[in-house]
């Protein structure tokens, strides 16, 4: 008993003493659903921050500091991720990467902003940014980025002549949908018609035979998988040969198998998946990841969360300063790009990433895809 | 004009799913006065069971005997589960007032539809394309093989239900049984097994409507049997609850009032009006199109 309490004052002892030299480090947190229907997405961005920090550890740190990471889940619950702020916040973070939804990080949004703590997510929905908070930077690209890409797609590479614009009335699709319409008109480009579905309804066969009236050369869905799939199905059996092409949230291998033979030659616009990023720290951090966890990154959204906290990094160690304020001020005034793992990383005043990066993918008929498009 | 002809193509054959699906209301409530709000979730479950079948009894064979042998195996599974829900859920009430069976039906609907959910899981499943996707074009209106298969089936189907209670012995009992139990009794018929026969027959109709909801649209969800079920129940209302033709002519009627106010007005609209639609018949006609008139028993 006697010895077990010197034991215990000399733990005691080691800490007090210990504390500080543990306190020397640089915080990291990580807000991203460990558990639930996002994990796989989620466990691939706390696996590529823990890969990132060992790199760096490994070559001394940042401004001498080894970085510490702290791992909250927020299981992509709302609620979960206020607590997580709150908890991270309180565990002194210097910054956060993730969460991987939009609802996520904007419930975290203004803890963080609050406590001066910097987020990185990729999040996509505009709402994001249009709050004005300094501490928020965005490592994937808005929807508008999408919007002008698909307008530009269609408008000056495939030269259609009769536009369907279609959606469904959900905040993402319906905005992506508004967004590329305006960004069509702006090009010169011609919609016939700017049609709404209800999403789940399965039967899409009358707002289709409406759009066979306008004779249109392309749909464009900016919708989910599980309705785009059943619409480019019902677009064929009606015989509407226009072209089909749908926004990211298509890109599912259901999608595939609900259109069935007829998702044949129907195109997707997505961010490009991790196999086909050009740049060498794209090849070279994947590499690293597939041999420390044996498996390729669950997708390019992990990747994005790196590169916001490599861009965060990067403007500490040239500051030469910890200070957040600081590190933001740096990213929004960037004379030219860094380069990224995801593409050149570069940041706009609201907090946006700069530019956009996007594929257009056509189904084969044995379901795979080819590349179309890549800018 | 294409238009027009297109719509009401569209729109019969989407009618001709509600018109089965809403004879399996149709029918119970004949017999028994009760609203069986588990029919749109045994519809689900069977579209399930078929895709089950299919994968694990079939071996993913994709012949026309396969797929008639998909039907029957899901027909006869989904009566054996309508047999096992009337004893469960509905015999045990059938004293007791008719408020307490309505719950009974809204508990077995929920039962159902988490069952659905734990057995197959919350995802979306997806049908394979059992039937090819062959294409007629009519100048400019196009129908699919898969439209007519249901089209016909489900014709096929309603008259062979209709001859089968308007022209046998047993038929004549279910009429019978429908008008007064007690007195139907007394002239020697089995009522519980004429009651049997009713859950037999609708759960067999609702599990072909399932398989055509999946061989269709392709995607099943475990909650889908909700809207489906809603559907069906205004078309059993529009036709004449408890009359067989009105449920066939209620599902028409309903498929295509849908197809022509989401094509010609818009999709978002298309539930709006058709429960709009409810509320005018029942105003105007409170039977039904082909509802009698019947004095209420006092």
């Not at chain 1, 002194?92 to 203004?110: D, L, N, P, R």
């Not at chain 1, 269609?154 to 959606?167: A, D, F, P, Q």
């Not at chain 2, 039907?71 to 509905?90: H, N, Q």
């Not at chain 2, 106010?261 to 199109?289: E, H, N, Q």
Request: overall charge positive; charged content about 15%.
């Amino acid at each position: 008993m006697h010895k077990l309490s010197k034991l215990m004052l000399a733990a005691a002892a080691f800490c007090l003493v210990a504390a500080p030299a543990l306190a020397d480090t640089l915080k990291v947190g990580v807000q991203a659903p460990i558990t639930g229907s996002y994990a796989n997405e989620g466990q691939g961005i706390e696996n590529g921050v823990r890969l990132l920090a060992e790199q760096i550890n490994a070559k001394g740190g940042v401004l001498g500091k080894k970085i510490e990471v702290i791992v909250c889940d927020d299981q992509g619950t709302a609620m979960a991720a206020a607590i997580c702020a709150k908890d991270l916040v309180n565990q002194g973070v210097k910054m956060v990467i993730g969460s991987y939804t939009s609802t996520c990080a904007e419930a975290a949004q203004k803890t963080y902003f609050n406590a001066g703590v910097l987020q990185t997510s990729d999040g996509t929905a505009d709402s994001l940014t249009a709050k004005g908070y300094w501490t928020f930077l965005r490592n994937s690209f808005p929807n508008s980025a999408e919007a002008e890409f698909a307008a530009n797609y269609m408008v000056n590479v495939k030269k259609y002549k009769r536009i369907v614009v279609l959606s469904d009335f959900s905040t993402y699709a319906d905005g992506l949908a508004n967004a590329t319409e305006a960004a069509i008109k702006k090009l010169g480009g011609n919609v016939v018609s700017r049609d709404k579905i209800k999403a789940d309804s399965q039967n899409f066969t009358p707002v289709l035979t409406s759009i066979k009236a306008k004779n249109p050369d392309v749909i464009f869905f900016a919708g989910y998988y599980s309705d785009g799939g059943q619409i480019r199905s019902q677009q064929v059996a009606l015989g509407i040969k226009a072209d089909f092409i749908g926004g990211d949230a298509n890109d599912n291998p259901d999608f595939v198998k609900l259109a069935g033979s007829a998702a044949k030659g129907a195109y997707i616009i997505n961010v490009p998946s991790p196999d086909v990023l050009p740049y060498d720290i794209a090849k070279s951090f994947i590499a690293d990841y597939q041999k420390k966890y044996g498996m390729m990154p669950a997708s390019i959204w992990g990747l994005m969360n790196i590169d916001g906290m490599r861009a965060i990094i990067h403007a500490m160690e040239a500051n030469k300063s910890f200070d957040t304020r600081k590190a933001a001020d740096y990213l929004h005034n960037l004379k030219e790009p860094l380069p990224g793992i995801t593409g050149p990383i570069a940041f706009a005043k609201d907090g946006n990433r700069k530019g956009g990066s996007y594929v257009v993918k056509m189904v084969k008929a044995d379901g795979s895809y080819s590349y179309e498009y890549v800018k | 004009m294409d238009i027009f002809l297109q719509q009401l193509a569209n729109g019969l054959t989407i009618g001709s799913m509600f018109a089965l699906v809403a004879l399996g209301y149709t029918m119970v409530y004949g017999v028994m006065r009760l609203i069986n709000f588990a029919h749109g979730d045994m519809v689900a479950a069977s579209a399930f069971v078929g895709l089950t079948i299919y994968t694990q009894v079939m071996g993913q064979a994709t012949s026309l005997p396969a797929v008639i042998a998909i039907f029957l195996l899901s027909a006869v599974c989904m009566a054996c589960i309508g047999i096992i829900l009337e004893r469960v859920a509905y015999r045990p009430l059938r004293e007791a007032p008719r408020l307490s069976a309505v719950v009974s039906a809204l508990g077995a609907s929920l039962v159902i539809q988490n069952g659905i959910m734990l057995i197959w899981g919350p995802r979306m499943r997806i049908f394979p394309e059992l039937v090819p996707q062959v294409y007629w074009d009519f100048g400019g209106v196009v129908i699919s093989l898969i439209q007519v298969i249901i089209l016909v089936l489900s014709l096929v189907l309603m008259v062979a239900l209709y001859l089968f209670v308007e022209k046998t012995r047993i038929g004549a009992a279910i009429r019978a049984s429908s008008i007064d139990q007690d007195a139907a009794r007394l002239m020697g018929i089995n009522v519980n097994r004429i009651i049997a026969l009713i859950f037999i027959i609708g759960s067999s109709l609702g599990a072909v409507g399932g398989l055509f909801i999946g061989l269709y649209y392709r995607g099943i969800t475990f909650n889908m049997g909700w809207q489906y079920g809603l559907y069906a129940f205004v078309a059993a209302i529009i036709g004449g609850i408890g009359n067989i033709p009105g449920a066939m002519l209620g599902g028409m009627l309903l498929g295509l009032f849908n197809a022509f106010i989401a094509g010609y007005v818009s999709s978002t609209w298309a539930d709006a009006f058709t429960f709009i639609l409810l509320i005018v018949i029942l105003i105007v006609r409170p039977t039904g199109i082909l509802g009698e008139r019947v004095a209420e028993k006092v």
